[in-house]
């Protein structure tokens, strides 16, 4: 059996036609026909039931068919990896991660990588779907939330737990404080994320938790936008403490919440079954020393 034949199998299943499938591998019609044939004599049994013009696949055909797809997924991993051990110069790099962590985790870091490795191709997209478009295999790595459910396909690994800050202008009352109950943000301005965004789905369910109701939130999509409207006073926001404490900002404090202290785990997923090329292993290993970086610039520890 070779895989030529595979494909050549492959592409009459695809098209249901021996004709058309001839035209799109560039052969003969009498040369598809002769290589089906090999392949029938071999296995012992027919691959395509003929009536008339129409050709159906038989039990054997469906069977060689499913395993035909391994065969070539196998085979195109092989042709990766092999490519890939000459450099990562050339390689491209699909990311998903949840919105609003670009201005955290990515900026420095993409601009740091452009910097050593121009050629590599690197995309980032937000979306609030990084764990479905890794599974499908749309993105080829995501950082996004520890999944509550894990597919056998998806590998995580961990990078830290997010503790969530109450952020405020630093001339307000409550900037005074280390730390406020939850419950004191029913009586505060504030200013939110999208009802779809991760961050307000997690603060919304302490609120529930607690049985209260934000004042009316003013709602922005941007993280820029977030904070400009804290730093002019015109409300208070809940954001990441890691990302308070790298900003910098003089003008926002960010106060600790207690009962409850809102968290989350961020990690990275993969597919264990595609493969992982040296771009994606470079990525993975520069994200965890920045990461790194970021704890022991701010003097905090997380995870």
């Not at 499938?21 to 012992?44: D, M, R, V």
């Not at 965004?197 to 049985?211: F, L, M, R, Y």
């Amino acid at each position: 059996m070779e895989l030529r034949q595979l494909e050549y199998f492959a592409a009459i299943c695809k098209e249901m036609h021996f004709s058309r499938a001839a035209e799109n591998l560039c052969t003969t019609q009498s040369n598809l026909s002769q290589q089906i044939k090999f392949l029938e004599n071999e296995i012992g049994l027919p691959l395509f039931d003929r009536i008339g013009k129409r050709i159906t696949l038989t039990d054997a055909g469906r069977i060689l068919l499913e395993q035909s797809r391994y065969i070539f997924e196998h085979v195109d991993y092989a042709k990766k990896a092999i490519a890939d051990l000459k450099t990562i110069e050339g390689g491209k790099l699909d990311i998903g991660i949840l919105p609003g962590d670009g201005e955290l985790l990515f900026d420095a870091l993409l601009i740091d990588l452009h910097k050593t490795y121009p050629q590599l191709s690197l995309s980032v997209t937000e979306t609030m779907d990084v764990y479905e478009q890794v599974l499908n295999g749309t993105r080829d790595l995501g950082v996004t939330t520890v999944p509550q459910k894990v597919d056998d396909r998806i590998a995580v690994v961990s990078l830290f737990d997010e503790e969530f800050s109450l952020a405020i202008r630093s001339d307000h009352p409550l900037a005074k404080s280390k730390a406020v109950p939850f419950e004191q943000l029913q009586h505060l301005k504030m200013v939110m994320f999208g009802s779809d965004h991760q961050i307000t789905k997690i603060i919304q369910a302490c609120c529930q938790e607690q049985g209260i109701v934000m004042n009316n939130p003013i709602v922005t999509s941007t993280l820029s936008t977030l904070l400009t409207l804290v730093h002019q006073g015109i409300g208070a926001t809940i954001l990441p403490r890691m990302l308070l404490d790298y900003i910098k900002d003089e003008n926002i404090t960010a106060v600790t919440l207690l009962n409850p202290t809102p968290t989350q785990g961020i990690c990275i997923i993969y597919r264990v079954d595609k493969f992982m090329g040296q771009a994606a292993k470079l990525f993975i290993k520069e994200l965890q020393a920045f990461i790194q970086r970021v704890k022991d610039q701010t003097g905090r520890s997380w995870g």
